[in-house]
């Protein structure tokens, strides 16, 4: 065993950089900088877009909870008074957003399928129609992420998911955690030591 | 080998540990158990691995067609915006 915990990050200073990274660009967007909007826009965007693939798990609900993180974002710019808490709201509103998406999933069937398409030639609708092929997200995924370490994660109980993303892989502190989730601070840690656990588990099966 | 007592001990506080958590002397208490433990010393060098694995995929940048996409939104809203006035 390595000597000392060097995986021990240091939270307070990383922490400050990114808010004051973050105050840097409220600041400039909400006067009128559109290269500052333009960067703060694109990271919200891209938030929504990793916590939807790796917390939520459906890479399909993507784009929505993109596009709703894009337009919350820019509409919230403006009056934003303690930029110091915008992370928070940020991955709330994602957070949020993936539920809703979730929410209105519930009674939808699985698959569409088109009338004009899978028509066999006895006039009837043959049940596996699906696109076997993987979707283009999927494939852009698989390249990014190794896919061991999304399968482990996607056997996590979704609040350990949770918090275990947005804390190892987003870089949010335990108590910016416990904001959004809503969880104690002592909860926090006590799904992250238990998420490690089944993670380190899941791997090793794997 | 330390009794297991010890060990559940260990387990408690690998993750206050592995956070740069725990102050000098507990972290020695660790360091000193596991070097009679291997399970322990085991477990505390597979979670590291985990943690770093995960922060590890966590720095790299997401697929340049999604970094794309989000640029051309954005560009989209801000040009829609300003033909708005």
Redesign the interface.
Known sequence: ?????????S?ISSDDAVKAEYAGLIKDAATGD?DA??RL??RA??VA??FSLLVCGHPEDA?DV??EA??KT?QHVTSVSHPEAFRTWLYTTVRNACLMKRRRHVGEPKNFVSLERGVGTDGTIPLDVADRARPP?EQ??D????SR?RAALRELPPSYRMV?VMR????LSTKEVATITGFSEANV?TR??RA??M??RH??DA | MSPPSDCKAILAN?????????DRTA?DAI?QH??GCPPC?A?????????????Q??S?P??E???Q???D???R??DRDVEKG
């Open positions: 065993m390595r000597a000392g915990p060097d995986t021990a990050r939270d559109r909007m333009e826009l694109i965007q891209e877009y990793r784009e993109m596009q894009l337009l820019y997200d852009l995924i390249g990014w992420m190794d370490l275990v190892e892989m987003e870089g840690k992250l030591h490690r656990l993670l380190r791997l090793e | 690998i993750s206050a540990y592995l956070d740069g958590e725990l972290c360091e596991c070097q010393a477990l505390v060098d597979g979670l590291r691995e985990t943690v770093g694995l995960c922060r995929a966590a790299v997401l697929p067609a999604v970094r996409r989000a640029r939104s954005v560009r809203l801000l």
